[in-house]
């Protein structure tokens, strides 16, 4: 079963850090861009930042020069270093990845909290 599994979410003050990893597993023939999103009580899911195959990387304006993503392709994992971190960062963050499978190539983790309080 091919899935990607997130960690390291929780609590944290405002100003504080947080990093989100998000691992693949199962049979995979090769992984495109992965990314990360983040849905707030209320609001629509939106992009984070994405990073593709050769590294190249794109982040939310909300997020430039506080957050960075990072991948080890060796272990298909991706990353998500948060620094500064906001009330207004809080939020559940979902891992995505275009992976070609036999099955689909579009996966979604299953989410994980971020609560930054003031």
């Known amino acids: 079963q091919v899935q990607l599994v997130e960690s390291g979410g929780g609590l944290v003050q405002a100003g504080g850090s947080l990093t989100l990893s998000c691992a693949a597993s199962?049979?995979?023939?090769?992984?495109?861009?992965m990314g990360w999103y983040r849905q707030a009580p209320g609001k629509q899911r939106e992009l984070v930042a994405t990073?593709?195959?050769?590294?190249?990387?794109n982040y939310a304006d909300s997020v430039k020069g506080r957050f960075t993503i990072s991948r080890d392709n060796a272990k298909n994992t991706v990353y998500l270093q948060m620094n500064s971190l906001k009330p207004e960062d809080t939020a559940v963050y979902y891992c995505?990845?275009?992976?070609?499978?036999?099955?689909?190539?579009?996966?979604w983790g299953q989410g994980t909290q971020v609560t930054v309080s003031s």
């Open positions: 995505n990845a275009g992976m070609f499978t036999i099955s689909s190539y579009d996966y």
């Open positions: 990073i593709t195959s050769g590294g190249s990387t």
């Open positions: 199962g049979r995979i023939f090769r992984i495109d861009a």
